[in-house]
């Protein structure tokens, strides 16, 4: 960055009073710290990588100390640098501050095929950081796999399973499988069974894949008891000692069988739980609608499904679809795979972690596999009327949220409850927001639960209108971001 841009930065830092996702403080009056391995991994490791900055004082009210001699600590930082695996390449600037030198080191992203970075003398797996929050936290051990994974092309879907044999398949399955699949792959078909079930990743060595059991099994929980679902229904907007009825789950299933199996039995569970509205169209017809697109619930259940992580780390954890009154969720273990972000979903072709599954489930059940699911879940909730799906990736899980039309109700009883004189939606917030808040400050100030909704509705119009600021633009989707009127 530019001395200016530095300069800029210490000014918001000085405001915000705070470390940030991306931003590290360090005092560093007397010297360089002596083990900044936790922050060179942890900004290496995340998304657009991360600032250290070196002569501020966190612990001292934020204190300008200034650094004890800049051309010393960023050659002190630099040799810190080289010991990590990857190297890591900081950028160093210098600026002055109120008379005191200022040094920031720009840690940049490593590239996702090296991941993770780690601190070479500790190993990959005790060097490891991830940031959270303001911290750097220790890699778990399966945070490390999921990039080892990757980067070494391991199909956990192919992995035998030691207690199965082919009689675990269920015949009339197989029948099925092996008549839909000469339909669709003419050319794989002339080849005998067993080798067919081998070539596309349900046997090796005649023996069950974790893709064949839970594709084709008899029943594949006898191997892998949680390799299923969870599906609840809350009466509330959070899971809770009890709800307004007393009871904690209006409904509570655990779903099993095969993966076609499970979909299909998610399905019918989601359609028992949530509403329906009768509309009578011009034409005078009846139109059943549900408080969901289903097209978009079943896309999300099926990604699910199709793209957890089925490694020995996550197959003692099920999938969840919890149903509430103003959302649906659905959350499986496995982050987002490779090289993927949640900006990147629906938009670029992704990494598959379980090619076999996918291309398998083509057949079975006629899916695209053409990474098309994400946008056909934003099409179905947009023509529904309603907000757009939150995607959400965090230390080794994915979550989708589906919000329904409670936030809009919420939203109109707000405005209704205001005399006629009272100030907009959109001008409470530009009031409230004279001191930065917090996305969850505004809503709850609002009254309105849907926290994303209030986003998508108000806070970006206003923040791409010029009236409201982010307190970190250089990182929209920080959790420590923050919304502040701009003074006219």
């Known amino acids: 960055m530019l001395p200016e841009e530095l300069h800029d930065l210490i000014d918001r830092i000085l405001v915000r009073r705070c470390e940030m996702q991306n931003i590290e403080l360090k005092r560093s009056a007397k010297g360089t710290p002596e083990k900044l391995y936790d922050s060179l991994s942890s900004f290496a490791n995340q998304s657009g990588g991360g600032i250290i900055l070196f002569g501020i004082d966190e612990k001292n009210d934020f204190e300008i100390t200034g650094v004890y001699d800049p051309q010393d600590l960023q050659t002190r930082v630099t040799d810190q640098a080289l010991q990590m695996e990857p190297v890591v390449r900081p950028v160093f600037t210098v600026t002055e501050y109120d008379g005191k030198t200022i040094v920031s080191a720009e840690i940049p992203e490593c590239e996702t095929i090296s991941k993770p970075c780690f601190y070479r003398a500790a190993g990959r797996i005790r060097g490891s950081y991830i940031r959270v929050g303001e911290s750097d936290q220790p890699m778990t051990e399966y945070e490390v796999y999921s990039y080892e994974a990757y980067r070494k092309k391991i199909r956990d879907e192919l992995r035998t399973v030691d207690r199965a044999a082919i009689k675990d398949l269920y015949k009339d399955t197989l029948t099925e499988y092996f008549i839909k699949l000469r339909q669709a792959k003419p050319n794989l078909a002339r080849h005998n069974e067993e080798r067919i079930l081998q070539l596309q990743g349900l046997t090796e060595d005649n023996q069950p894949t974790v893709a064949?059991?839970?594709?084709?099994?008899?029943?594949?929980?006898?191997?892998?008891?949680?390799?299923?679902?969870?599906?609840?229904?809350?009466?509330?907007?959070?899971?809770?000692?009890?709800?307004?009825?007393?009871?904690?789950?209006?409904?509570?299933?655990?779903?099993?069988?095969?993966?076609?199996?499970?979909?299909?039995?998610?399905?019918?569970?989601?359609?028992?739980?949530?509403?329906?509205?009768?509309?009578?169209?011009?034409?005078?017809?009846?139109?059943?609608?549900?408080?969901?697109?289903?097209?978009?619930?079943?896309?999300?259940?099926?990604?699910?499904?199709?793209?957890?992580?089925?490694?020995?780390?996550?197959?003692?954890?099920?999938?969840?679809?919890?149903?509430?009154?103003?959302?649906?969720?659905?959350?499986?273990?496995?982050?987002?795979?490779?090289?993927?972000?949640?900006?990147?979903?629906?938009?670029?072709?992704?990494?598959?972690?379980?090619?076999?599954?996918?291309?398998?489930?083509?057949?079975?059940?006629?899916?695209?596999?053409?990474?098309?699911?994400?946008?056909?879940?934003?099409?179905?909730?947009?023509?529904?009327?309603?907000?757009?799906?939150?995607?959400?990736?965090?230390?080794?899980?994915?979550?989708?949220?589906?919000?329904?039309?409670?936030?809009?109700?919420?939203?109109?009883?707000?405005?209704?409850?205001?005399?006629?004189?009272?100030?907009?939606?959109?001008?409470?917030?530009?009031?409230?927001?004279?001191?930065?808040?917090?996305?969850?400050?505004?809503?709850?100030?609002?009254?309105?639960?849907?926290?994303?909704?209030?986003?998508?509705?108000?806070?970006?119009?206003?923040?791409?209108?010029?009236?409201?600021?982010?307190?970190?633009?250089?990182?929209?989707?920080s959790r420590n971001q923050k919304y502040q009127t701009v003074s006219e």
């Open 212 to 477: 064949g059991l839970l594709l084709l099994g008899e029943y594949p929980q006898a191997f892998f008891p949680q390799m299923s679902i969870t599906a609840m229904l809350v009466d509330g907007t959070e899971i809770g000692p009890v709800g307004e009825s007393g009871a904690r789950f209006l409904d509570n299933k655990r779903i099993e069988g095969t993966i076609p199996q499970m979909l299909e039995e998610a399905m019918i569970f989601v359609r028992r739980n949530i509403r329906t509205a009768t509309v009578i169209t011009p034409d005078g017809k009846r139109d059943d609608r549900p408080e969901y697109p289903l097209i978009a619930v079943r896309e999300v259940i099926l990604n699910a499904l199709i793209h957890r992580d089925y490694s020995v780390h996550t197959e003692d954890s099920p999938i969840r679809i919890v149903i509430y009154k103003d959302r649906l969720e659905v959350e499986n273990p496995g982050g987002l795979y490779g090289r993927l972000t949640v900006n990147d979903l629906g938009k670029v072709p992704a990494d598959t972690r379980n090619p076999f599954i996918a291309g398998n489930l083509e057949v079975m059940i006629d899916t695209e596999n053409r990474f098309s699911g994400i946008p056909t879940i934003c099409h179905e909730m947009q023509k529904a009327g309603l907000p757009p799906p939150v995607f959400e990736s965090r230390r080794g899980t994915f979550k989708t949220i589906l919000y329904n039309t409670s936030a809009q109700k919420e939203e109109q009883q707000v405005h209704d409850a205001q005399p006629a004189a009272a100030l907009s939606i959109s001008e409470r917030i530009l009031e409230y927001c004279r001191t930065p808040r917090s996305k969850e400050e505004i809503a709850a100030h609002l009254e309105i639960r849907a926290v994303y909704y209030v986003v998508s509705k108000y806070l970006k119009p206003l923040v791409t209108s010029g009236k409201l600021q982010l307190t970190i633009p250089e990182k929209p989707s």
